[in-house]
């Protein structure tokens, strides 16, 4: 199974921001998440929790590819 963006998990303010939050579970910071299940830790226990059940994470892509990066980007 697979939902369009997992939102549902438990947040909490990050300390001293006022508009930033984190996961209660893995305390990975909600942007970094970007509503995708993948974004939570592997040992997140809502991430586990939703994986037993059987959803799926995607698999994460290579970053630093030859293809996705070009000299003309550093400018």
């Known amino acids: 199974m697979k939902k369009l963006y997992y939102i549902d998990f438990p947040q ?18 909600t942007t970094v998440i970007n509503g995708k299940l993948e974004g939570h830790l592997p040992s997140c ?6 994986e037993n059940i059987g959803y799926e994470a995607e698999a994460k892509k290579a970053k630093n590819s030859p293809v996705s990066i070009d000299a003309d980007d550093f400018d």
Do not use: P
């Open 12 to 29: 909490e303010h990050l300390k001293g921001q006022m508009h930033k939050y984190q996961c209660s579970y893995c305390k990975v910071e």
């Open 45 to 50: 226990e809502y991430r586990v929790k939703l």
